[in-house]
C-alpha cells in the first residue's frame, strides 16, 4: 500500500504516513477529509463506511521535513489517485489521523 497508519492501538486506526518522493510523509491537511479517510480505509482493507478523521497529532507528531496535503472525492481504490501537493504550511502539530473502525 502506499499509505500506513502508525502509532494506534490497532493496525486499523493510527497516524496518516503516504509513500510519496521515496519516503514516507505525514499529512497534515485533508480537502474533504471524510473522503480521504474512505480512500485510506478502503485501500488497507478496512470499512469505510464511517471513518473517523483526528487532528492536532491525536497519535503524536511524525518526523522529517515535509509534510502533505491531500484531497479526494471519494470514490478512489488507492491514495494515489487523489490530487496530491506540498504544504509548506504544515506542521507536524496538526498530523492527522485516521480510525477506519471507530466504536
Given at each position: 500500500?502506499?499509505?500506513?497508519?502508525?502509532?494506534?492501538?490497532?493496525t486499523s486506526e493510527g497516524r496518516l504516513e503516504i509513500h510519496y518522493g521515496g519516503g514516507w510523509s505525514?499529512?497534515?491537511?485533508?480537502?474533504?477529509?471524510s473522503h480521504v479517510a474512505r480512500v485510506v480505509c478502503r485501500e488497507l482493507g478496512f470499512p469505510t463506511d464511517q471513518p473517523l478523521?483526528?487532528?492536532?497529532a491525536f497519535y503524536g507528531e511524525g518526523t522529517g521535513s515535509r509534510t502533505l496535503g491531500?484531497?479526494?472525492?471519494?470514490?478512489?481504490?488507492s491514495i494515489t489517485q487523489c490530487v496530491r501537493y506540498f504544504t509548506l504550511w504544515g506542521s507536524h502539530s496538526?498530523?492527522?489521523?485516521?480510525?477506519c473502525r471507530p466504536p
Open positions: 500500500p502506499s499509505v500506513r497508519l502508525v502509532n494506534g492501538s490497532r505525514t499529512v497534515c491537511y485533508m480537502d474533504s477529509a478523521v483526528l487532528g492536532g491531500v484531497g479526494c472525492n471519494g470514490t478512489e481504490t496538526r498530523d492527522k489521523g485516521v480510525d
